[in-house]
């Protein structure tokens, strides 16, 4: 749904735009009262929100995603909470992160049918019933002219579906479900959507998926803007950005304008994807090539790298123990404004869990995505699409730049060994979306891929398809490819991978 102005789309954005007002308005004493009033403002008497049967329940959606987007947990179902309970908590400039980060709103959950087979109105009640023929369990019966599954008795098995010839019968599943690559996924005892923690991987599929809005995950808006007024704040904006906020709005513009909303300066994530790229292409010839491991993993999506070590207990070593771009990029501006905060822009939401983590030190204050940075400049009245200040940018190659497309990773890496190396043989592997992660990891296991490169990305498409992302994924993969090609340097020197941060 991507690409789509849909109801569901427009309260988050409004949502996370009033966040910001209310972060750039910044009254302690009237801060309660101001966040109290935005469900009121945002759903009125006279709303033309449609995707509610009434104003009532809207508004109740939209203060457990004002919760959500002020850093706050939902408040739970079996004892009174006021909607501002915690707030003072949030009002602050230091890093702020409750998790879990991905949770479901149970006031907006449709309690979607999930793995369930049903007959249509296409059923003809023809005499061959083939559907009933092929039931192991006998669950199909003739009722009043047509077929009639019965549910205690169905396994499932999609049988009759396969073999109807109207394509009468249809398979339910609940999108978010069938979003979630690792069935992270469930139902609860009122038949809502429920995820386990346990399991999932941040990726936010589910959210971008969910058709009702019912899946958010928590912002780092209003204490972002806070720290901003305390001191100097220093933007990595990720490579997927190009295109998200117009056709014609280049990196150049899109620096001018995060300059004037008050952010000291920005930076190319891409730069760390320079440095990965160069320091995976020396571990791939150094330990792959000379047999120490038996493959080598990415590690840039941190929702394949936490995946990957879930399911190669033994072998986490394979995964590469190169910085992430975004880690990479922070440090290398610590180095050069220790004073100041970072966030970074991008299209993930796994990004927030992994600024978070305490095995690497991310030098990461803020994560945001494009959707809560279009809702800063919507606070700011910057329209991009008109906006016409521009400040040049040029951190980065184009084998960086090309990260943000699933494949653009490997290919980066491929690249600098033909050129540092040659002569060495690559064999490159790469999966998209946590399914296809997972049939490869098990592969990898089975000693199916030794020798490889194994790129994997958590969406289908890379991080132009994050969860955080505006823009329609074949458009957004265009716009990258562009801006790959237009880059005056189309690689990395081999002296990247021997830069310190640390």
Known sequence: MRGLQTPVRAIRRQV??????????????????DMEAIPYEIVGEDSEVKYRESIYRARAVVRERLRLAMGLSLRPENKPVHLTAGVEASNISEKYYEPPLMQVIPSACDKCPDNIYEVSNQC????????????????????????????EKCIRCGKCKAICPYDAIAKKVRPC??????????????????????????????????????????????QLIQAMKQGPVYVELAPAVIGQFGADVRLWKIKAALKEVGFADVYEVALGADIGASTEAKQYVNEVKSGKKPFLLTSCCPAWSVLAKRTLPDMVDTVSNALTPMVATARMIKQRHPEGKIVFAGPCAAKKLEASRTSVRSDVDFVITFEELAAIFAAMGIDLETYECEEPIHDATGAGRGYAIAGGVASAIEQCIEEYYPGTEVYIEHAEGLSECQKILMLAK???????????MGCPGGCIAGAGTILPIAKAKVEVEKMKKASSRQLPPKELSEIELD
């Open 124 to 151: 003809r009640g023809c005499m061959a019933h083939p559907c009933a023929e092929v039931c192991p369990k006998g669950a199909i019966s003739m009722v009043k002219g047509q077929s009639y599954i019965d549910m």
């Open 446 to 456: 089975a000693g199916k891929k030794d020798g490889c490169l194994i790129e994997g």
């Open 16 to 33: 996370f735009t009033e966040v910001a007002k209310l972060g750039f308005k910044a009254n302690a004493e009237t801060l309660v009262a």
């Open 177 to 222: 479900s069938a979003a979630c690559g690792i069935k992270a996924i469930g139902t609860d005892e009122l038949g809502r959507a429920k995820i386990d923690d346990k399991k999932c991987v941040k990726c936010g599929q589910c959210m971008a998926s969910c058709p009702f809005g019912a899946i958010a995950d928590k912002s780092q808006i209003f």
